[in-house]
């Protein structure tokens, strides 16, 4: 974890215009002060956050918004080498145009559960460095509803990533609970899809599967038994750290 000071030299290097605005003249004191406070209070909030936290904040709270696409890689690419961090984590709408090691994707649910795919990503990390990653949660926090483009970007983004992962790699299925209810949704309405496809694509394609269930997510007796029927082979796991390491293992095997 980076000190303070040096948080305040990232903030004022990387993010200086989409986090404070422009520099005001030294001539304007109290602008300048303004400004000078606004560094130091932004460099306190991150002072608590590790690295990989930090950098979800710094690069999709404050400028991806001003980026495009490939200029948002390059530039995260190299942001996280400042931090020390993998830059083999995909997350949306990002698209990497080389994937020279296998691909884990992290399949499971997003709206209603806690940011679990964060603590995968790593567990992933720590242990499998040379792995890549694709996580279909976005970093920072999104509010209300996708639009069209928006849904339909995320679907096919998440469909290019799982099939790729499907080809050289693993498809990893961690279904945490829920801890957050939506009334107008039913809760891991995609995952339930996506598990059963790729219960199949495991089945008659052989395409690498791991699964864990965290205690308390609905229908568990269910898909306990039909994994147990279907795919004798697939280890159910009842933690995430479990869930990560079987997936490295996996993962490795097929780039052998």
Excluded at 196 to 225: C, D, P, S
């Amino acid at each position: 974890m980076l000190r303070e000071k040096s948080i305040t030299g990232l903030v004022l290097k990387y993010f200086p215009e989409r986090v404070l605005g422009p520099k005001p003249s030294f001539l304007n004191l109290s602008e300048l002060q303004d400004y000078n406070c606004g560094v130091e209070t932004i460099a306190g909030e991150l002072s608590g956050m590790n690295n990989e936290e930090m950098f979800n904040k710094l690069v999709y709270d404050y400028f991806f918004t001003d980026l495009e696409a490939h200029s948002f890689v390059e530039k995260s690419k190299k942001f996280r080498g400042y931090l020390g961090i993998s830059s083999r984590i995909i997350i949306p709408p990002n698209y990497f145009e080389v994937i020279d090691a296998p691909l884990i994707f992290l399949a499971g649910p997003i709206q209603g559960a806690e940011r679990w795919q964060d603590k995968a990503i790593k567990i992933i990390a720590d242990k499998a460095s040379e792995l890549y990653i694709a996580s279909p949660r976005k970093a920072g926090t999104f509010k209300g509803d996708f639009n069209e483009s928006m849904y339909n970007e995320q679907v096919d983004w998440e469909t290019f990533h799982l099939r790729k992962a499907g080809k050289n790699g693993v498809v990893l299925f961690w279904l945490a609970k829920e801890f957050e209810h939506y009334c107008d949704r039913a809760y891991a309405q995609t995952t339930r899809f996506e598990l059963a496809e790729w219960k199949l694509r495991h089945e008659f394609n052989h395409e690498k599967l791991v699964l864990g269930i965290e205690k308390g997510f609905t229908n568990e007796r269910y898909i306990r038994r039909r994994m147990m029927q279907d795919c004798p082979d697939v280890k159910i796991h009842s933690t995430l750290e479990e869930t990560c390491n079987d997936a490295v293992s996996r993962a490795r095997i097929s780039n052998m």
